[in-house]
């Protein structure tokens, strides 16, 4: 703002705070900051936002301060009744909006990180990246390649959700080859652009599947479908000895396991049974595989192709259970997911040569769709403890009119993002433009005139701070009567 206008409205001290001439509406303010103005019918209700959090630049600077029009016309784009209406508002001056954490959801540490709600299938890339196939918040099927150094690498769009429970992923060297609604989507490993059109699926989706450089395998009823790469073109069927729930292949080598059997074929035809129960298999280092069991312990394990178990870990009491597993051909490290009733996880961990389980990282998604503050601390679980969305302040003095208020501020979400607002629905702080939104709580701060209030989209709860709301003062811009 000019100097020229802060002089102007030093000498409206003693004036009235505004005077409607004509279409025009002006009005002094007494300092800079963002201005929210809204038209009034004679019971009090708003009728039409002239200004939502606006900065100079959307007004004229008159003689009398600021300079605004109304059209007469309400929210709705219609025409207002003939009466008298007032104009008032508020300038929001020195209120800050930071960001605290993100809360119960691992994958989430940045707002433009996509909001996962759900772990469908992954994969685990021989560099330590993961590639993930999981439901976001809004409930699409999205494909992402994730590294613990620079995060998500890449995310696509795939379709709409939720996925079924036939929707699979598979990678080599070069693609990503994902079955979803009845579709193959076929993209590049290193940026998730795709490298055809989809390909219809001119057969029963396959219940999972493994890729190898040329060629990927689908597993249906006691069949392996072949079918040849990048054309998804099927090839002669193999046949197996019970309907396998989870596949792998490398270098002629094709295993998998179903109905809590293990079976192995090395030529690609026949197969042979390993004497072991599990529910998930991934080929390892060498003639070794690593699996979930299958028989009760909930345990990870690693075995050769004879039956020997190598080595195991146990499940502990009260964390999530493993489900999949996949693992690297080149060292001894394995990703395995793993769920329970409210969480998901999906756990990376290597041995070392002493024989020690190192966790090199982990993700967690916790259920948090009733969170809220319980005894000041951030809760996935708050349904027991009553919340609020409302809370009432007390507003400086506007130094132009001596004015007071207090003010009662609530939260508001909707497609533009979330907000502070008035009960009338006057917006008078922007706290986030992220959409989806499906919860919002707040309660006070520590220091006076403060909030803190969490917002969740189903996936992801997010923390803010908000200081300095004594610092919204109440502007008064007379009245107009329209005909």
């Known amino acids: 703002m000019k100097r020229f206008a802060y002089f102007i409205f030093t000498l409206l001290a003693l004036l009235h705070a505004a005077r409607a001439e004509g279409d025009d509406i002006a009005f002094a303010v007494p300092g ?3 201005i929210t103005l809204g038209v009034f019918d004679k019971t009090g209700k708003l009728v039409r936002t002239l200004h939502a959090m606006d900065g100079e ?6 003689l009398n301060g600021y300079i605004t029009k109304w059209d007469g016309l309400d929210d709705a784009g219609n025409k207002a009744p003939s009466g008298h209406y007032h104009i008032r508002g508020y300038l929001i001056e020195d209120v ?3 960001g605290e954490a993100y809360h119960f959801n691992d994958w989430t540490t940045d707002e433009e990180d996509p909001s996962l709600r759900h772990i469908v299938d992954f994969a685990f890339l021989p560099d330590g990246d993961v590639l993930l196939l999981a439901i976001s918040a809004d409930g699409l099927v999205l494909a992402t390649r994730y590294s613990t150094e620079s ?23 070069s693609t990503v080859i994902i079955q979803h609604a009845g579709n193959w989507h076929l993209l ?6 795709p490298t055809s059109a989809p390909l219809a699926l001119h057969s029963a989706p396959p219940r999972t599947i493994a890729a190898l450089p040329s060629k990927l395998f689908g597993s249906l009823e006691k069949t392996i479908v072949p079918f040849s790469l990048p054309g998804m073109e099927p090839q002669p069927l193999i046949d197996s000895p019970v309907a396998l729930t989870s596949i792998d292949a490398d270098n002629g080598t094709l295993m998998g396991s179903g109905n809590g059997s293990v079976w ?8 042979q049974n390993i004497p072991i129960s599990a529910q998930s298999v991934s080929l390892g280092v060498g003639e070794t595989f690593w699996f979930v069991s299958a028989d009760g312990s ?3 394990g690693q075995a050769n192709f004879k039956g020997d178990i190598l080595r195991e870990l146990h499940h502990e009491s009260g964390s999530p259970q493993p489900k999949k597993i996949h693992a690297s051909r080149t060292n001894e490290t394995f990703a395995v997911l793993e769920t329970s009733s409210d969480s998901e996880r999906l756990r990376v961990l290597s041995r070392s040569p002493g024989g020690d389980w190192t966790v090199d990282w982990e993700k967690t998604i916790r259920e948090s769709k009733s969170f809220g503050y319980v005894n000041g601390e951030v809760s996935p679980s708050a349904q027991d403890t009553p919340q609020t969305d409302s809370l009432r302040f007390r507003l400086e003095e506007n130094p132009l009119t001596g004015e007071k208020q207090d ?5 508001v979400f909707d497609d533009k993002g979330t907000r502070l607002s008035t009960p009338d629905g006057l917006p008078i702080v922007s706290v986030s433009r992220r959409t989806g939104i499906r919860r919002a709580v707040i309660r006070r701060g520590q220091k006076t005139n403060s909030i803190h209030l969490l917002q969740g989209d189903g996936a992801t709860v997010e923390e803010f701070r908000i200081q300095g709301l004594e610092k919204i003062i109440p502007l008064n811009a007379g009245g107009i009567e329209l005909s």
């Open 264 to 271: 192995i074929s090395e030529d690609m035809r026949t197969f």
């Open 32 to 34: 800079p900051g963002r």
């Open 57 to 62: 630049e959307a007004f004229r600077i008159g």
């Open 298 to 300: 909930d345990a990870v």
């Open 188 to 193: 590049d490993l290193q940026t998730g652009t």
């Open 151 to 173: 995060g998500f690498v890449w995310v696509r769009e795939i379709g709409a959700g939720p996925a079924p429970d036939t929707t699979s992923l598979a990678a080599n060297s």
């Open 96 to 98: 800050t909006v930071e």
């Open 407 to 411: 003010l009662n501020l609530r939260v």
